[in-house]
């Protein structure tokens, strides 16, 4: 695994970061109760949020910290969800095209999860709108796996490479009846994601009796040679 990081923040206000967006997507209702969780490369290794720990309610102190390895070094015991968290960097180092992951978010976000439970895939949402297009891009589903399964972190790692040997890197995943998990340069990066895929959800449930329209093939190549769109 590639640990050159873009990623700046000494491990403090990396810990204080991961409770400050932890916090925001709290009260904003992205999570609820136990539900989500939070990481970041740090140094070289990572900082994740705990198991069944609030997002609304998180110590600093108390944030997992783990090695370049996945083993833990300190902190309350990490969230089940670290080994896929690490494929995701993992697969993203590799993915030709895009920058390594510096951080990841998921959470269980309402109307994303709603759309999940009919869906018939391969991807999340149809590109509807154009900032949908430009800030989120394609969000693949992922077949259903519990919590925690090693192999969803696999079909996760699968289908980053895939996407990127297509030209078309990606930055968020759907898991099906689960979440999205989102990963980008930086916490705030990654939450705008986060924001932008859940409006769109939100969006697409509201027209459900009458789908909205996707974007023309001319729509999205104007997008792509405009803003560099990656579609």
Same mark, same amino acid.
């Given at each position: 695994m590639n640990?050159?990081?873009?990623?700046?923040?000494?491990?403090?206000?990396?810990?204080?970061?991961?409770?400050?967006v932890g916090l925001s997507l709290f009260q904003r209702g992205y999570v609820h109760a136990t539900a989500?969780?939070?990481?970041?490369?740090?140094?070289?290794?990572?900082? @994740? !949020?705990?198991?069944?720990?609030?997002?609304?309610?998180? =110590?600093? %102190?108390?944030?997992? &910290?783990?090695?370049?390895?996945?083993?833990?070094?300190?902190g309350h015991k990490?969230?089940?969800? @670290? !080994?896929?968290?690490?494929?995701?960097?993992?697969?993203? =180092?590799? %993915?030709?095209?895009? &920058?390594?992951?510096?951080?990841?978010?998921?959470?269980?976000?309402?109307?994303c999860v709603s759309l999940s439970l009919n869906a018939q895939g391969p991807e999340l949402l149809a590109p509807i709108t154009p900032y949908f297009v430009m800030k989120v891009g394609h969000v693949p589903l992922i077949p259903y796996f519990r919590p925690g399964d090693p192999a969803a972190a696999h079909a996760v790692a699968q289908t980053i490479a895939?996407?990127?040997?297509?030209?078309?890197?990606?930055?968020?995943?759907?898991?099906?009846?689960?979440?999205?998990?989102?990963?980008?340069?930086?916490?705030?990066?990654?939450?705008?994601t986060l924001e932008e895929l859940e409006e769109t959800a939100k969006l697409m449930q509201l027209n459900v009796a009458q789908p909205p329209q996707a974007l023309s093939a001319e729509h999205i190549e104007e997008l792509r040679q405009t803003f560099g769109a990656a579609w």
């Open positions: 640990f050159q990081s873009v990623n700046t923040l000494s491990e403090t206000k990396a810990r204080e970061e991961i409770c400050r989500g969780n939070i990481s970041m490369r740090v140094g070289d290794g990572f900082l @994740i !949020t705990p198991t069944d720990a609030c997002l609304g309610n998180l =110590d600093p %102190a108390n944030l997992a &910290l783990l090695n370049r390895n996945g083993t833990q070094i300190c990490a969230s089940k969800t @670290i !080994t896929l968290h690490r494929q995701i960097y993992a697969a993203s =180092d590799k %993915a030709p095209g895009s &920058l390594p992951a510096q951080c990841v978010i998921h959470t269980h976000s309402t109307h895939q996407f990127a040997q297509q030209g078309t890197p990606i930055r968020a995943v759907m898991l099906s009846k689960l979440g999205p998990n989102v990963w980008h340069q930086n916490l705030a990066s990654a939450m705008a």
